[in-house]
T-cell receptor, first 111, second 113 residues
Framework: LAKTTQPISMDSYEGQEVNITCSHN???????ITWYQQFPSQGPRFIIQ???TKVTNEVASLFIPADRKSSTLSLPRVSLSDTAVYYC????????????FGQGTTLQVKP | NAGVTQTPKFRVLKTGQSMTLLCAQD?????MYWYRQDPGMGLRLIHY???????AKGEVPDGYNVSRLKKQNFLLGLESAAPSQTSVYFC????????????FGSGTRLTVV
């Protein structure tokens, strides 16, 4: 299981673009990169997943360089409601599909 | 379309008491999981199930038991609660082994005094 490293916390202001980078040097060939978001007092929810290059949906973009040893979650024009913990996950533990979470990045958006 | 429902949402137990947390999903998901979340620790996997009638240990299984008698329900039991089990418990389910398809419940906040 590829270990991930991401910043513990980040601050931003409303309207700014936020980029959260995750390092995963030991990513395996068939591993996907997935990001989850967790609001206070709620369970995590899926944001985006990618394998290589760029993926975009209505919530965020995910940038993955060619070597796949890192990835960047990009949140355009954040608002106060984007204040949350963001988790980067790579691969699965064994073949059971169980997610293993790290500490995540706490994003604080200020007015 | 309820998704994943956890009951109760809050509970206070005395040390040594027992209780069962219920997780129910209506998405016909094969896989179900119990996590606990403590401040600064992220989510840690307690037990999981890959199908009806199956259970397996996760990262932190000690002090907990689980049962999956029906596909839609996954029960987490504390036989003799300890203060160290004070935490927020999350249940999740998924249809496939892919790491994107997880649906989490809203959590149960348990305090053991």
């Amino acid at each position: 299981l590829a270990k991930t490293t991401q910043p513990i916390s980040m601050d931003s202001y409303e309207g700014q673009e936020v980029n959260i980078t995750c390092s995963h040097n030991n990513i395996a060939t068939n591993d996907y990169i997935t990001w989850y978001q967790q609001f206070p007092s709620q369970g995590p929810r899926f944001i985006i997943q990618g394998y290589k290059t760029k993926v975009t949906n209505e919530v965020a973009s995910l940038f993955i360089p060619a070597d796949r040893k890192s990835s960047t979650l990009s949140l355009p024009r954040v608002s106060l409601s984007d204040t949350a913990v963001y988790y980067c996950l790579v691969g699965l533990s064994g073949n059971t599909g169980k997610l293993i979470f790290g500490q995540g990045t706490t994003l604080q958006v200020k007015p | 379309n309820a998704g994943v429902t956890q009951t109760p949402k809050f509970r206070v137990l005395k040390t040594g008491q027992s209780m069962t947390l219920l997780c129910a999903q209506d998405m016909n998901h094969e896989y179900m999981y119990w996590y606990r979340q403590d401040p600064g620790m992220g989510l840690r996997l307690i037990h999981y199930s890959v199908g009806e009638g199956t259970t397996a240990k996760g990262e932190v299984p000690d002090g907990y038991n689980v049962s999956r008698l029906k596909k839609q329900n996954f029960l987490l039991g504390l036989e003799s609660a300890a203060p160290s089990q004070t935490s927020v418990y999350f249940c999740a389910s998924s249809y496939t082994l892919s790491n994107y398809g997880y649906t989490f419940g809203s959590g149960t906040r348990l305090t053991v005094v």
